[in-house]
């Protein structure tokens, strides 16, 4: 299943609203997550099945979607959320991840 | 609190075997209901999971097709870790590789990351 996530970039302020989209090329049902990475870090579980937050991720980060198209959206960026984002899906073996999004400080 | 440490070579020469070991604390390798998983990322082939072992009533493997015929991973019990083998590495294969847990759902825990660069 490939993920594509858009846009690959988004440049916004501290304080705003961050949209980020994933499609998968088949429907994974609901058993999509998201991941933050920092710069040298490994990725962070943030959601999974869609809209379920992983332990300790704060309310300001939700998704929803189902079928093949998701959204993670954080609703007022805090200076530690500006990151790259990855979609993954749990449907099917091989487990495949998204291209990412880059969210960054404009 | 789950913890997994990466250790092994950062430098692998071309058409030998990458290996690299995932300890873990917190958890137990032999644990019913999760799998543990390599996964590597580079700039021109983004996060790709490469394989898992896991225990249900015995040891059980999956890889990726991408990989399958050169990836070993297998568990050790009594250190209570996980290791990673892939034979005949090119310079396709340099990458940033990661081990990580699955819940049977997602990455939920992760180590801390190896860059292995392929060079003679």
């Known amino acids: 299943i490939v993920l594509t996530q858009s846009p690959a970039t988004l440049s916004l302020s501290p304080g705003e609203r961050a949209t980020l989209s994933c499609r998968a090329s088949?429907?994974?049902?609901?058993?999509l997550g998201w991941y933050q990475q920092k710069p040298g870090q490994a990725p962070r579980l943030l959601i999974y099945d869609t809209s379920n937050r992983a332990t300790g991720i704060p309310a300001r980060f939700s998704g929803s979607g189902s079928g093949t198209h998701f959204t993670l959206t954080i609703t007022s960026l805090e200076p530690e959320d500006f990151a790259v984002y990855y979609c993954q899906q749990r449907t099917t073996w091989p487990r495949t991840f998204g291209g990412g999004t880059k969210v960054e400080i404009k | 609190h789950v913890q997994l440490q990466q250790s092994g070579p950062g430098l692998v020469k071309p058409s030998q075997t990458l290996s690299l070991t995932c300890a873990i604390s917190g958890d137990n390798v032999s644990s019913n209901n999760i799998g543990w998983n390599w996964i590597r990322q580079s700039p021109s082939r983004g996060l790709e999971w490469l394989g898992r072992?896991?225990?249900?009533?015995?040891?059980?493997?999956d890889y990726a097709p991408s990989v399958r015929s050169r990836i070993t991973i297998s568990a050790d019990t009594s250190k209570n870790q996980f290791s990673l083998q892939l034979n005949s590495v090119t310079p396709e294969d340099a990458a940033v590789y990661y081990c990580?847990?699955?819940?049977?759902?997602?990455?939920?825990?992760w180590g801390q990351g190896t860059l292995v660069t392929v060079s003679s």
């Open positions: 990580a847990r699955d819940d049977k759902k997602f990455f939920d825990f």
């Open positions: 088949q429907s994974v049902t609901n058993f």
């Open positions: 072992t896991y225990y249900r009533s015995k040891w059980w493997n």
